[in-house]
């Protein structure tokens, strides 16, 4: 953990918080509320949780001053207790610099440029024409083919596949085995056989975007699949050719979004959700888990399908109904109840 | 990109289109039809694009001949529009051969025959007995364990594990992170304790197939888990034990298999699909995407399962009344109207 | 395989099974009860293949008392066929020990503790401060990141990746391109946009569990994320940070666990199901195929959601129907028949 003496002064000083309590409180780390130590901050951010709180023995907890009256030790007050937290977790990060230079072990083609501010780990392969910026790091077992392009400060996680033609900004952080810039799945029937259509675009992702483990992001047919900047992805997900995803939208695990589906910004994608292709999702659209969506969405609000969990002999009975559903309603109105069945 | 100068009527007569146009036109590669410049083409194949061509700007468009009126600069006539335009784009795909020989990083087991006439790249790792056929190439970092067959012309992307007893047929494409040959998932409940059931089997790759990055496929229990010829995965997808697939089927991204499972030929399975294990789909069998399927197919046909998309203040007052809906459907039947509530 | 020669009656003996048939018939293998020859033992354990017991041609059947009677070969007789089967599969399962020692192409940084009693792949990699104990095997292109420790016994397949602070007990088994201990999905929205929130758990997993292929099981925020002993995951699931999985539970392939669940004992979660974050979920709990879970379950059982599979044109009328179910109920309960509308 970090060097660096941090007293609950000096943290809600660094951070810029509203401290109510003894500022020379030292403090050696981060935990949760029911685990906290005496010396380590605990977080109050899900409502769920506030339970925990009468009986913390934090030395602070970072919470909305509205939560502030239930907490018996001293206070971090934050509008935005989450980010706070996040602000105060990355003082106590312990982080190895990577060391500058190419393990022995990589493989980089002669005609690769590898910024000598890059860190290329054990493992690695580089392929033709690709260019790495300063302070890249690459972890062990990074392959990056032909034609790539990796900016200032991006992280890969060790074992991360660029496989050719992936442009990535700035600050870009790619976790372990996320394959980018794989073939587009494009396939034509043509006289009884599959003929397949040649994947001749790119891939391009925005500064700061995060992309989560074993994700994979294929290079478009034609033009480029694209991230804007600050699209947090989370592990698993599958974005088909030619997806655009605008900028600050986030998306849970398992997430499936088929190919030339244009998602906006600021959108909230729950977890294995599925997008059919060729929609449009507009700005600040929020899915709900599992969902699928199968038509573009033109307004923005929270959207969701599928039905809820019950015990399955309950389910098995009203799962044998919705088999019938329209039929019902048909007999239903003919029996004379009902004027208006649409 | 091809160094091959080509025009309109050497790429009609190339693909066998009829050209509508001006054969002498100089064309340099393809694109999309609303960003298409003067000397590239572009394709009609999906109606939804429609609107884009009155406005198109492209040397010549590919599309059916009942589109044609709607062109408005030269057309390439094609009853299977998506076919002939794979076929034009192969023409401009920009592939560097790969080298024949082993990349001196390569690790082979001294008992495995790979062929002067392969490609192995960087970091690979071949396993004992291993036969490596002509005209095959491995990608940087693939691994291919103990006792499999890479037949002519196989493409692995980097990064491709095939981990034990599997084979593949010619012109098999892999991309990467794919896993094939990993132990299927046999569990036995034995005296409180999972058993771990042997998985003794292999898998069999017919030719042609294609298998996306990050899809799985495992070895069989017993007998060897099977995809036919001209079997087309997409990415994520899980493929259980003792599979089998029928030849020319496709699958789009994160579909799951669960094992034993036999699937006929020509089916379409939507992204995201699950299909129980023990079940048996016949030909020509269409699931759409995000279906569960729980039981055996034994009719051509397209089959579907969820409920629609909708604003989720409406969704989940629906969502509560389909938990008692077999209630509601008996509270009506005794209610006098319906004397027929199978 | 195995070189011993076996017969029935040491078979039935070395597994503890009572013989109905000639105990001096040789064996030499494993089969389907529909494929097996003369020398090869077959197994019926899902009712479901019982049609293939008349045409059998196996040395002998293990199955159930209560089927003993269809059987007209011999009989090895289980109240658990497949448990037994397992045993019986070990027998014959062809196992080429690892050597001991480190592959000349692996990169172990000088931090690390290694068993020489320890078989470490080729293009392995281990990190700093990392411990890995006697018996662990390392297929070729395992990735072991820094503070990790690997207990006795472990085996991991081709190509696994432990980024940092994973924690695995004794006999761990986890197949090729999971990913464990990679940061968790944990954003916080700060003034428009994304701010990481640091990951400094870890990933502790118990005594013999098995990770299936492409599984992912990201690291705690705070605490680890942690599976007890004995849980059993299948291919490309995805455990979100800070989940905890009891003893004995097993998944089926693609479920998605989002963050800080609790998962208890002894429960079978379906293929594709998905379970949202922070709900907990008792001993003994069952989830079918593709359900998915939002709230907590606190009654041991079998739970379910979705709507069956139906031809499309059946299912798009009925689907149709749920969009209006709610209006469809408060229009029959004001037409009068109906007293009791919750």
Redesign the interface.
């Known amino acids: 953990m970090s060097q660096r003496q941090w007293t609950l002064g000096n943290i809600a000083q660094s951070v810029g918080l509203e401290l109510r309590g003894d500022p020379s409180r030292a403090v050696r ?4 509320l029911a ?1 906290a130590e005496p010396d380590q901050i605990a977080f109050l ?2 409502p ?1 949780y506030r339970r925990a709180l009468p009986g913390c023995r934090a030395a602070a907890v970072i919470l909305a001053p509205e939560h502030a009256p239930g907490c018996t030790v001293d206070a971090l007050l934050s509008d ?1 207790p ?2 706070a ?3 105060v ?2 003082l ?2 312990a982080r ?1 610099p990577a060391p500058c230079g190419m ?1 022995p ?1 990589a ?1 980089v083609d002669s005609s690769a440029t590898v910024s000598a501010r890059a860190s290329i ?3 690695c ?1 580089i ?2 024409r690709t260019r790495i910026a300063d302070g890249v790091v690459l ?3 990074c ?1 990056v ?2 034609d790539c392009h990796i900016g200032i400060g991006c992280v890969l ?3 991360v ?1 660029l ?1 050719t033609r992936v442009r990535l900004g700035q600050r870009v ?1 790619i ?3 996320a ?1 980018l810039g ?2 587009g ?6 006289d ?7 994947q ?1 675009g790119g891939v391009c992702i925005g500064d ?1 975007c ?1 992309i ?3 994700t ?1 992001i ?1 290079r478009g047919a ?2 480029d699949t694209e991230l804007a900047e ?1 699209v ?1 992805l ?3 997900i ?1 974005i ?1 050719h030619n997806v655009r995803v605008g900028a ?1 939208t ?1 998306m ?3 997430v ?1 979004v ?1 190919g030339s589906t244009r998602i906006g910004r600021y959108c909230l994608i729950g ?2 959700a ?1 997008l ?1 292709g ?1 929609i449009e999702i507009v700005d600040r659209v ?1 899915i ?8 573009s ?1 033109l307004e923005p ?26 039929a ?2 048909r ?2 109105a003919q ?4 004027p ?3």
């Not at 799945?185 to 043509?190: K, L, S, T, V």
């Not at 389910?315 to 019938?324: L, M, S």
């Open positions: 780390g981060v935990a949760t685990a951010a899900n769920h935005n989450y980010a937290f996040a602000r977790a990355a106590f990060e190895t393990h072990s493989v780990g054990p493992l392969c392929g033709a972890g062990a077992g392959i083919g032909d996680a060790p074992r596949t496989v952080h976790h372990s085995g394959v794989a073939d799945f494009g396939i034509a029937m043509d009884g056989r599959w003929r397949k259509v040649p001749l700061d995060e989560g483990a074993n994979t294929d034609i033009e600050d947090r989370d592990n698993q599958q088909g600050h986030a849970a695990g398992c499936a088929a977890g294995a599925g059919v060729h929020t709900s888990a599992m969902s699928l969506v199968t038509h969405i609000g929270e959207y969701s399908s599928g039905t809820p969990l019950q015990a399955s002999r309950l389910w098995r009975r009203n799962a044998a109904r919705f088999k019938h559903l329209d019902l309603v007999r239903w029996s004379g109840d009902d208006d069945t649409e």
